[in-house]
């Protein structure tokens, strides 16, 4: 079984991708399941075949130990590695050739935490990547931009997997902003300009120098447009995840 990762952002739409995306796998022949790991989804949009809500309440562990909602979520995600063989082998026992596992929106469990990397290795897999979404909305701004590039690559030192970028939620941009971004992900001079443009002080000089860390990493980000609303980018996605999970053959052994 292969497994994939669905990480971004609050918001950055997570969980429908992980939706459209199975269902949209399955309609093409693939045999997939959907997973949820977050723990603090009030309601799931799409069939998960395993689900940590089943294992650990959140409302509960909010009363337990006197936490509010965040505290709750971040206990209730260290609690996820306390039973990641149970879930574990609950989702190997599916027998499909790929999990997509949906991830809480707190980005620290997962850029700035161990716990997101120990959930990853405790699942069985013979290969395992990671989609990180750069949310369309926020990625019209160079400085939010950046940030994602900032948190990708977090993401990407602490789980060393291989990491497939995606813009979700593509659709809600207009034709010309999309262009932009596109041509930021292509051309780092075109981003760099957009800096020197667009913003000013403190965020210019923060954007500019992390741009520079981030290039000096060697690390290339090239966020591919999606959408769950109208599918776009679900072929290019599934040949890129078959480029990273089998090396191009197919999920079906
Ligand atoms: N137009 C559009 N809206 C989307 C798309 N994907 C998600 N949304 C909407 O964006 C909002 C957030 O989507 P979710 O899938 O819940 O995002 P998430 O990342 O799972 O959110 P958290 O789990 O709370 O971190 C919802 O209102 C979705 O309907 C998309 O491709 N296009
Ligand atoms: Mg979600």
Redesign the pocket.
């Known amino acids: 079984m292969n497994i994939v990762f669905i990480l971004?952002?609050?918001?950055?739409?997570?969980?429908?991708?992980?939706?459209?995306f199975t269902n949209w796998l399955q309609l093409q022949g693939e045999n997939v399941i959907a997973v949820n790991l977050?723990p603090?989804?009030t309601?799931v949009?799409y069939p998960a075949s395993v689900d940590a809500r089943d294992y650990i309440q959140v409302n509960a562990i909010m009363e337990n130990y006197s936490l509010g909602p965040n505290g709750g979520l971040v206990l209730a995600c260290d609690m996820l590695i306390d039973i990641i063989d149970k879930l574990a082998f609950e989702v190997d026992s599916f027998g499909a050739d790929l999990a997509i596992i949906?991830t809480?929106?707190?980005m620290e469990l997962f850029a700035f935490r161990n716990t997101g990397a120990k959930i990853a290795e405790g699942m069985i897999g013979d290969s395992k990547a990671i989609i990180y979404?750069f949310d369309s909305v926020y990625c019209r701004d160079p400085l939010n931009y950046v940030m994602n590039m900032f948190i990708a690559s977090a993401i990407n030192t602490r789980f060393l997997l291989p990491q497939v970028s995606v813009l979700?939620?593509?659709?809600?941009l207009k034709d010309e902003e999309l262009e932009e971004i596109l041509g930021w992900s292509e051309d780092p001079e075109l981003l760099e300009k957009a800096i020197d443009e667009r913003l000013t002080g403190t965020n210019k000089m923060i954007s500019s120098d992390m741009l520079d860390i981030i290039y000096r990493l060697g690390l290339d980000f090239f966020p591919g447009p999606?959408?769950?609303?109208?599918n776009e980018g679900f072929s290019w996605l599934y040949s890129e995840l078959l480029r990273v999970l089998t090396g191009g053959e197919p999920l079906t052994p």
Request: hydrophobic residues 25%.
């Open positions: 971004g952002t609050a918001g950055s739409g997570k969980s429908e991708l992980t939706g459209a977050d603090g989804a309601i949009p949906d809480p929106g707190q979404l979700s939620r593509s659709d809600l999606v959408s769950s609303k109208s």
